[in-house]
T-cell receptor
């Protein structure tokens, strides 16, 4: 079974631009969660999608948004990029909603803002 | 703020030794999970322990949970150089529905 796939692996953008990251979950998994990982803040929860609906949201500004498609693939968008958005963005999938099951992570997208 | 706090922040041991990492959390939980992250990679799930369990084993891993003290420990026995990684605890709080991660312990196993 293929694991969670995130594309692209690396991305360099400049301030003010926008970016879209993609996540393909494990086949059959309907929940996709996104996290931001930085050396200073650690792993911060962004949002969770289940059956194309956002079920949970972390404390991030509205510049961070996402969506999930009918095949459970998810995208995350960040608009008006700031230097502080430089981070490793991780996607995780699980069969069901919530945190009662182990999360399966992709290798992340490393986003660098110049 | 993070729900869990790992202790120590960094640990360096020799191959063959045991490694113990601790995690403390603040609120009631449904379960607690441990993950490993190799440099530049995603997290890998190691073990899940439910709030009504006290101890769980998986291969060379042993996890304990003390809900009265709101703490957990991860023991890796007979460590190997390949165990070098960051280890995170994550809690599933009863008041919410998302995993909350600690700041991690960086484990270095020297050959």
């Amino acid at each position: 079974k293929a694991g969670v796939t995130q594309t692209p692996r690396y991305l360099i953008k400049t301030r003010g631009q926008q970016v879209t990251l993609s996540c393909s979950p494990i086949s059959g998994h309907r929940s996709v969660s996104w996290y931001q990982q930085t050396p200073g803040q650690g792993l911060q929860f962004l949002f969770e999608y289940f059956s194309e609906t956002q079920r949970n949201k972390g404390n991030f500004p509205g510049r961070f948004s996402g969506r999930q498609f009918s095949n459970s693939r998810s995208e995350m968008n960040v608009s008006t990029l700031e230097l502080g958005d430089s981070a490793l963005y991780l996607c995780a999938s699980s069969p069901g909603q919530g945190a009662i099951q182990p999360q399966h992570f992709g290798d992340g997208t490393r986003l660098s803002i110049l | 703020s993070q729900q869990g706090e790992e202790d120590p922040q960094a640990l360096s041991i020799q191959e063959g030794e045991n490694a113990t990492m601790n995690c403390s959390y603040k609120t009631s939980i449904n379960n607690l999970q441990w993950y490993r992250q190799n440099s530049g990679r995603g997290l890998v799930h190691l073990i899940l322990i439910r709030s009504n369990e006290r101890e769980k084993h998986s291969g060379r891993l042993r996890v304990t949970l003390d809900t009265s003290k709101k703490s957990s420990s991860l023991l890796i026995t007979a460590s190997r150089a390949a165990d070098t990684a960051s280890y995170f605890c994550a809690t599933d709080p009863t008041s919410g529905s998302r995993l909350t991660f600690g700041e991690g312990t960086q484990l270095t196993v020297n050959p």
